[in-house]
């Protein structure tokens, strides 16, 4: 353990709290899908893919898109949430953080009209047009197809809308009881929660759709069903699309006003993420470059006042330090770069010269590789 002022240390490493739970330090695993669930539950591979990220010595991580219906998966091997008996896998998940000492959430997740696809490596097309006998309904809130080539969802009545603001109630429960520190409301990249928020989406004109209010009903609903099964103690997590990136589609403006009402709703930090509401998660029209998404963390975290966490080729040391340091977000969330470099908090340590880097991963492997180099 770290026994140096934290104060005296570079910002990605100085620790943070959000309610009465302590990040170490300021780099975590972002939700990633690995499409190899059988029936929503774990594979043995998701302990081996987690394992590497609890050795490499993150802040925090975050288990991949979790359906909280069978139907709410975005594949066939997408982790659930959805059974009773998804909670023992989903325990050995947290137990592996946990044995380091890392806090792990969860992000709860609905397909909404993306959902029924291929996995990627399959071309994740819609299962329906390959006769696939494992493809289901998809549903939104307008019978709009999510681009050309998808099949038209089925428009979701008020009760089905309550069900499954009652089934995000249920998966929140389990998460709880598998033992996971904080959760994340997947409100982004165009599944069902942001198909709501977003008026590309989201045509109705009753109580879940209309202006910008009653678009953000649906999300809201969503977020104060899930914190009511939490431990007051529990952080609560919501990932947003900031914008669509997309004429007609939402701005930044629009995610501000969300993230205050959210904050009102007991969420404590927004996950700042952009796109998917057509297509693959980013922006439609933006070619993404290291840091990409920061600005919006950054809009989002000053203009409504909550923390956030950024996103998107967050690729070195300097550059995750620098997104604390000038107050850009709270946290740095990391996908691809720790999948090429699980060990990435320690090289960030020592770039940023951390005085006792090897404090930062277990003892059993800092003890040597401290003195790795003098032979
Ligand atoms: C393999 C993979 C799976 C992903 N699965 C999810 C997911 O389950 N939920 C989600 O919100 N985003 C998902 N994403 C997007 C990432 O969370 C992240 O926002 C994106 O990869 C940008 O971060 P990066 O440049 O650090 O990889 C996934 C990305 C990758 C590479």
């Known amino acids: 353990m770290n026994k140096t002022d934290p104060e005296t240390l570079p910002a990605l490493f100085r620790p943070f709290s959000l309610r009465d739970l302590e990040f170490r330090n300021r780099v975590v695993v972002t939700p990633m899908c690995q499409y190899i669930s059988d029936d929503g539950h774990i594979a043995d591979w998701h302990l081996d893919h987690h394992g590497r990220f609890a050795l490499g010595g993150v802040g925090g991580a975050f288990v991949e898109s979790t359906g909280v219906t069978r139907d709410g998966r975005i594949t066939p091997g997408c982790l659930g949430i959805y059974l009773d008996s998804h909670v023992e896998g989903l325990k050995k998940i947290t137990a592996t953080y946990h044995r380091h000492d890392i806090p792990v959430g969860i992000q709860l997740s609905h397909s909404g009209r993306k959902g029924s696809a291929a996995v990627p490596l399959e071309g994740a097309q819609p299962l329906v047009d390959s006769g696939d006998e494992r493809a289901w309904q998809i549903v939104a809130p307008s019978p709009i197809a999510m681009t050309d080539g998808w099949p038209v969802p089925h428009e979701l009545t008020g009760d089905e809308i309550r069900a499954l603001i009652d089934e995000f109630a249920a998966a929140a429960r389990r998460a709880v009881a598998a033992g996971f520190d904080f959760i994340e409301v997947h409100g982004a990249h165009g599944y069902l929660v942001n198909s709501f928020f977003s008026p590309l989406a989201n045509q109705r004109d009753d109580q879940w759709g209309g202006d910008l209010e009653r678009r953000m009903a649906f999300p ?58 057509i297509g693959a998660s980013g922006r439609a029209d933006e070619r993404p470059s290291p840091g990409y998404l920061v600005p919006y963390a950054k809009a989002v975290r000053e203009r409504a006042d909550i923390a956030t966490m950024a996103v998107g080729l967050i ?50 492997y800092g003890f040597f590789l401290s003195r790795r180099k003098m032979g």
């Not at 969503?222 to 669509?244: G, K, N, Q, Y």
């Not at 701005?251 to 509401?277: F, Y």
């Not at 995750?320 to 060990?343: F, H, K, T």
């Open 220 to 277: 809201l609903a969503v977020t104060e069903a899930v914190r009511a099964e939490m431990h007051t103690a529990m952080p609560l997590f919501f990932r947003t699309s900031v914008v669509d990136g997309l004429d007609g589609g939402v701005t930044v403006d629009d995610t501000v006003a969300l993230a205050r009402a959210l904050k009102a709703e007991g969420v404590d930090i927004i996950d700042c993420s952009s796109g998917g509401i």
């Open 315 to 364: 690729v070195d040391g300097a550059q995750a330090n620098a997104v604390v340091e000038d107050g850009s977000a709270d946290l740095a969330a990391m996908g691809r770069q720790l999948l090429y470099d699980p060990n990435f908090v320690l090289h960030a340590a020592e770039a940023l010269d951390h005085p006792d880097p090897w404090s930062l991963i277990p003892e059993s």
